[in-house]
Antibody, heavy 117, light 108 residues
Framework: QVQLVQSGAEVKKPGASVKVSCKASGYTFTSYDINWVRQATGQGLEWMGWMNPNRGNTGYAQKFQGRVTMTRNTSISTAYMELSSLKSEDTAIYYC??????????WGQGTLVTVSS | DIQMTQSPSSLSASVGDRVTITCRASQGIRNDLGWYQQKPGKAPKRLIFAASTLQTGVPSRFSGSGSVTEFTLTISSLQPEDFATYYCLQHNTYPPWTFGQGTKVEIK
């Protein structure tokens, strides 16, 4: 069965960086884009960007340009999302989701990132 | 980018009620839209894709309709486990994905 398992919760200070992982199983990792979506407490879902695990090419929402980097390690079927220059407003749950031009069915369980001094 | 306007932002309803949630796209997206249910602390769960196709395992009281710019999620008879937040998502112009703002369905 398809699964996306994310890394655990993180607590970071303002200005620091965080790297969240998303390990895929149950399908061919390079066959589907991985997208990242975040959700601040009590807020809606916000798309951050996408990565093609086969070619490694990426695209980011304008809001995150210059601060976000999405990478992958195909040997271990894992995608990564790194967000730098963290601010308190980046406190949120970060999700990875499988898919591209489809309504994504498979999501990771979410990773809570807390930014606090 | 395409904007998705979802309404209402919240509603109060009773068990057994019929509930309708709407998403409007700022431009035509064919039927490239899905609906999600999200409960606190959980990832979104896909209910509907391709505007009207019910996800396997989702109760038939959920239905989706519409195309181009107007879309509707209907719960025909609200059940206690349906109290949650619902989101639409369009992928016609992927990337990006664009979500509606969400509708919180609360107990009356």
């Amino acid at each position: 069965q398809v699964q996306l398992v994310q890394s655990g919760a993180e607590v970071k200070k303002p200005g620091a960086s965080v790297k969240v992982s998303c390990k895929a199983s149950g399908y061919t990792f390079t066959s589907y884009d991985i997208n990242w979506v975040r959700q601040a407490t009590g807020q809606g879902l916000e798309w951050m960007g996408w990565m093609n695990p086969n070619r490694g090419n990426t695209g980011y929402a304008q809001k995150f340009q210059g601060r976000v980097t999405m990478t992958r390690n195909t040997s271990i079927s894992t995608a990564y999302m790194e967000l730098s220059s963290l601010k308190s407003e980046d406190t949120a749950i970060y999700y990875c989701a499988r898919g591209g031009n489809i309504t994504p069915e498979y999501w990771g369980q979410g990773t809570l990132v807390t930014v606090s001094s | 980018d395409i904007q998705m306007t979802q309404s209402p932002s919240s509603l109060s309803a009773s068990v057994g009620d019929r509930v309708t949630i709407t998403c409007r796209a700022s431009q035509g997206i064919r039927n490239d839209l899905g609906w999600y249910q999200q409960k606190p602390g959980k990832a979104p769960k896909r209910l509907i894709f391709a505007a009207s196709t019910l996800q396997t395992g989702v109760p038939s009281r959920f239905s989706g309709s519409g195309s181009v710019t107007e879309f509707t999620l209907t719960i025909s008879s609200l059940q206690p486990e349906d109290f949650a937040t619902y989101y639409c998502l369009q992928h016609n112009t992927y990337p990006p994905w664009t979500f509606g703002q969400g509708t919180k369905v609360e107990i009356k």
